[in-house]
């Protein structure tokens, strides 16, 4: 059994900041890439922010300067800090994970729940 587990979401005014975390449980060995994607009501879902199990990350445009992405592979956990938050920031922030290689075999494209995030004054 693997699956992710995000926490973080909530309520708080323009320019303020959150830190979102994700969890994956299991027995897992490794993981290629984690990931943030976010959704917002009647869009697209968009990816956030990416980071590789060697520390490389990319970020969507929108974000860039404003949010960081972190991983903790001992925990098997990602990170999401968010500053400067807009109200076009709010949506529900997901978790993915890549290449989940674990004692049951290998997971492709492993998504969490998703937390709410909402800017607005």
């Known amino acids: 059994q693997v699956q992710l587990v995000e926490s973080g979401g909530g309520l708080v005014q323009p320019g303020g900041s959150l830190r979102l975390s994700c969890a994956a449980s299991?027995?897992?060995?490794?993981?290629?890439?984690m990931s943030w994607y976010r959704q917002a009501p009647g869009k697209e879902r968009e990816l956030v922010a990416l980071m590789t199990s060697g520390g490389n990350s990319n970020y969507a445009h929108s974000v860039k300067g404003r949010f960081t992405i972190s991983r903790d592979n001992a925990k098997n956990t990602v990170f999401l800090q968010m500053n400067s938050l807009k109200p076009e920031d709010t949506a529900v922030y997901l978790c993915n994970a890549d290449q989940v290689l674990y004692r049951g075999g290998t997971r492709y494209d492993l998504w969490g729940q998703g937390t709410q995030v909402t800017v607005s004054s």
């Open positions: 299991g027995s897992i060995f490794s993981i290629n890439v």
